[in-house]
């Protein structure tokens, strides 16, 4: 194997005269699996920030299993199916919500939207951590008006900024004089921004005590009871225990089915941006079969002279498989490094921005796994072991007494 690997070293970094055209067909296919390993391991990290950046803000922002009724009626003691849920493992708070459709006013314009009535100290979601101008707080102020806190986008709607007085009210049914409408006001305490604009353009978030008077709840009443899980990876088989203990009108729901639109598109850039990024790789391995296949003819006098000397065509076959694996190392070495470069890059000075209505985010994430470079390598140097293998076999069938004429 030592001879073998020698000459196809000395094949391989050799630069001779007149192989100058050789040389530039090698370097294309150096720089073809370098561009095609570069560019899916790029896809795969993006791909893979993208779905944990999406993941982490809506498993942040709502809560991960809900339950609601099947009627119209609220749920009458909220606390006593708080407590109920509370004793099943795997559950981590458990809280009753007063949800609702309102109309939100400030001195510059009126907007609809959804007013959520959560315990004053916080919700079971992470949104205090969303929050882009003021404080999470639900207290109230100096004026005894309650806090509020509004998504970005429906705070600009109704042009309210923080500190000023936001009023919020509910009709049930066509407005008359026996049927007024509900009325609270709140002062806005902060705002909240996650990306995402179904999220920022349409909730508030209140105390539930106000809340349940706006909607003209009792003190143990609810909408609905939100629930946060330990372990995200647990939401499912909780959602099947609660499912199958929790009676009628009450019915559950995850977080996976109540945004199903949002998981699947990301579902879907991560099984089709590999897809059409793989086809660069196996492209780029192939064009090693011509690129080797140049290799053995500009070689074949040193064929027929390695053969009369008694090199069997093992040997041969060996030789032109081991240079081009050395042309595949060689790319699959600079993909890498252009790959890895990029993520540092990209993670560190975020140098691709994007359009945040969009893609959720406002620039892209990179979130470069092990086991993808070690799948991309794998599968790289495969390909290009197989598309080394013809011209190689063609190689070792080589005559070399016709070779040794041809070459007088």
Not at 39 to 45: F, N, R, V, Y
Not at 160 to 166: Q, S, Y
Not at 266 to 281: A, H, K, N, R, Y
Not at 317 to 323: A, K, N, Q, V
């Amino acid at each position: 194997m030592k001879f073998e690997f020698y000459l196809a070293k000395r094949y391989f970094r050799g630069k001779r005269k007149d192989a100058n055209f050789l040389s530039f067909i090698k370097s294309m296919a150096i720089i073809g699996v370098a561009v095609g390993s570069a560019g899916l391991l790029i896809a795969l990290s993006i791909v893979q920030g993208f779905k944990t950046v999406i993941n982490d803000k809506v498993l942040g922002f709502a809560p991960h299993i809900t339950i609601t009724t099947s009627t119209v009626d609220p749920m009458f003691r909220a606390d006593t199916l708080e407590t109920y849920v509370l004793g099943f493992e795997g559950v981590e708070k458990a809280q009753p919500v007063a949800l609702s459709e309102v109309m939100l006013q400030s001195r510059a314009d009126i907007s609809g939207g959804l007013i959520k009535g959560v315990d004053p100290g916080g919700d079971v979601t992470d949104l205090y951590t969303y929050i882009n101008q003021g404080e999470y707080n639900l207290g109230a102020n100096d004026r005894g008006l309650p806090g509020i806190i509004l998504g970005s986008a429906l705070a600009r709607n109704i042009g309210a900024e923080i500190g000023n007085t936001v009023t919020v009210y509910t009709v049930d049914g066509i407005p008359t004089p026996f049927n007024t409408p509900e009325i609270v006001q709140f002062h806005l305490s902060g705002t909240y921004q996650t990306g995402i604009e179904r999220f920022d353009d349409a909730l508030a978030i209140a105390d539930i005590q106000y809340v349940r008077n706006l909607l003209r709840l009792g003190q143990l009443q609810a909408t609905g009871l939100d629930i946060r899980v330990s372990n995200a990876n647990r939401i499912e088989s909780l959602h099947s225990e609660l499912q199958g203990t929790v009676q009628f009108p009450y019915r559950t729901e995850t977080i996976y089915q109540r945004y199903r639109n949002i998981f699947a598109w990301v579902d879907l850039q991560e099984q089709t941006i590999p897809f059409v990024i793989s086809v660069m790789v196996i492209i780029a391995a192939f064009n090693l079969i011509g690129t080797v296949l140049m290799m053995v003819l500009e070689r074949v006098r040193d064929i027929g002279i390695l053969k009369t000397m008694g090199a069997k065509n093992k040997s041969i076959r060996r030789i032109f498989m081991l240079e081009g694996l050395f042309v595949a190392g060689v790319g699959l070495a600079i993909g890498v490094s252009i790959a890895s470069l990029f993520n540092w890059l990209q993670g560190t000075y975020k140098i691709i921005p994007l359009a945040e209505e969009n893609y959720y985010m406002s620039y892209a994430p990179v979130e470069p796994h092990a086991i993808d470079y070690l799948i991309v390598i794998v599968i790289t140097i495969v390909l290009c072991a197989l598309a080394s293998w013809l011209p190689a076999r063609f190689a070792s069938k080589t005559d070399p007494v016709k070779v040794l004429a041809f070459g007088k």
